[in-house]
Every structure is written in structure tokens, then in C-alpha cells.
């Protein structure tokens, strides 16, 4: 075994070995994360190239906090997309720094789950919220954070399994040029529907990172990250800056089986057809 990836196979064999080993669906992988869809992705999701590189996009979720927590991620040689809390004290100047390193920026849109509890923030989208309401607090959101290309949900459950406001919210960033992002945190989302209706560039998460904060876990996760991406083509996965999510990342940087996957912006997979569809049922290579 190679490296930090004991947990299941070495990078080195990972694209090989896929194709002689079975992939084990892991229960408890399905269990943990609830926000999985269930289903195998149609023949559309395999239009990308089979000679092409397996694609992989990272989002960096939640900042805002200050620009240490992200810049040792900014200088490690993958190519990432930052989800900017709109909220945070330091919101506005972490988008800016990002901007200036020339890093892909997402306003991280604070939307009403189904624990209305769970809400850790102001501004808030609501479903209740009237039509104008709506509109305003999120255009404030959008314009909290400077430079952003593109927005994606933090929490949301309830609110994006609402058609009617999934339209709404579609429209504002078509207003503003801006592709949308399913953090997918229902199975139930309507947001990529009414982005497909509206004309408006999406994609959708495959993989959280780091649920499970521990470091073997956020390694499993990764691998799980790059079994997707082989068998979609791309593959779209959310993480944090935290210590152990750097560790992980650093390590799969550092590996030189890494050139046998191509790592991109989300934008950069806005046009790929893999980039809508659900993902394998989770699993890991044995």
C-alpha cells in the first residue's frame, strides 16, 4: 500500500485497479450520508471522453472567517472553488484576497433547512418570505461577497425542495450572470430543474469531504471522490478548511499519481454532462 492510501487502494492503482476490483457498497458510507441519491446516473453522464482524464472539482465551504484559514489551501498545487459565508466579519475581505489570487469565488447562500434551529446566521432565505423580500435579502447576500462567479446553498434542505423559490432564486443569478451550485443537501432538490429551465449554468455536489472530521475518514472520502469521478467522468466534492481536511488535500497534492486525474474549477464543468447526474451509489474499492 502506498502512502496515505491504505484505507483502500494507493492512487497509484486506483485507475487501474477499478477495473478488476469490485466496488463494495458501503451501508454505513449511505447511512452517514443521507444526502446521497440513490441511483445509477444514465448513459448521458459517460458523454465525456473515455480517454479523458478523470475531472475533479474541490469547493472549499464556509469561509469568511479570515484569510489565514485559507491560504494554506490557496498555495497548494490543486485548483479549488472558495464558498464565501456572506455573514462572517471578514467576509468581504476574504472574497477580495481570494479574487486577487486569482481563485474561483461563490457567494455561499445561507438558505432555510428543514431544523430551522440548525440556522447558525442572519439573512437567512426563507420559504415563507414574500417575492420582494426574497429578492432583496438575496441581492444583500450577493453583494456581501465581491468578485463571485457563481453561488451554492449552505444548509437549504427545505428551501431547495421548493420549486417556486428555487425559480425565483434561479432568476437573481441569472440576473447577475452568476452559475448556480447544488450543495445537495436533499435528495428532494429542485434547484438544478429550475436552473436547466432558466437557462443558467449548474452543477451539483458528489461528495462531502469531511462529515467525519477525522483524517482517515476525509482520506476515504477522497478516494471515494476520485472512484466517482472515474466512473462519471467528473466529479464535484465539498469540504472545509479545517486542519485535517488540509492534511488530506496536502498529501493527495504531494502524491505523483495525482497526474492521472485532471483537477479543475466548478466552472470549468458547468458544460459537462457529468457534472448534473447523481453519483454511483457510495462505496470504496477493496
Given amino acids: 500500500m502506498k502512502r496515505w492510501a491504505v484505507i483502500a487502494c494507493s492512487l497509484a492503482g486506483f485507475l487501474a485497479c477499478g477495473h478488476t476490483q469490485s466496488v463494495r457498497i458501503s451501508e454505513t458510507a449511505h447511512i452517514r450520508d443521507g444526502r446521497f441519491p440513490v441511483g445509477w446516473p444514465s448513459v448521458e453522464a459517460f458523454a465525456d471522453s473515455p480517454a479523458q482524464k478523470p475531472r475533479i472539482a474541490i469547493v472549499i465551504d464556509d469561509v469568511g472567517r479570515s484569510i489565514e484559514d485559507i491560504q494554506p489551501f490557496v498555495e497548494l498545487d490543486l485548483p479549488m472553488s472558495y464558498a464565501v459565508l456572506p455573514f462572517l466579519d471578514n467576509s468581504r475581505a476574504v472574497a477580495w484576497h481570494l479574487v486577487s489570487q486569482k481563485q474561483e469565488v461563490l457567494v455561499h447562500v445561507p438558505m432555510e433547512p428543514m431544523n430551522v434551529d440548525a440556522m447558525d446566521g442572519p439573512s437567512f432565505l426563507q420559504a415563507d418570505m414574500d417575492a420582494s423580500t426574497f429578492t432583496l435579502t438575496l441581492s444583500r447576500i450577493l453583494d456581501k461577497v465581491p468578485g463571485a462567479v457563481g453561488a451554492n446553498n449552505h444548509m437549504g434542505s427545505k428551501l431547495t425542495a421548493n420549486s417556486l423559490v428555487m425559480d425565483a432564486y434561479i432568476e437573481v443569478l441569472k440576473s447577475r450572470g452568476m452559475y448556480a451550485l447544488d450543495s445537495r443537501t436533499t435528495a428532494d432538490s429542485k434547484l438544478l430543474k429550475a436552473a436547466k429551465k432558466a437557462g443558467v449554468p449548474a452543477a451539483r455536489r458528489h461528495v462531502f469531504?469531511?462529515?467525519?472530521n477525522s483524517v482517515v475518514a476525509i482520506k476515504r472520502q477522497v478516494l471515494e471522490l476520485i472512484r466517482v469521478a472515474k466512473k462519471l467522468g467528473c466529479a464535484i466534492a465539498i469540504?472545509?478548511?479545517?486542519?485535517?481536511?488540509?492534511?488530506?488535500?496536502t498529501e493527495l497534492a504531494e502524491n505523483p499519481d495525482t497526474e492521472q486525474l485532471e483537477f479543475v474549477t466548478v466552472s470549468d464543468l458547468l458544460s459537462a454532462p457529468c457534472a448534473q447526474v447523481d453519483p454511483p451509489p457510495p462505496g470504496y474499492l477493496e
Fill in 209 to 212: 469531504l469531511d462529515d467525519d
Fill in 239 to 249: 469540504g472545509h478548511a479545517r486542519p485535517n481536511t488540509l492534511v488530506a488535500l
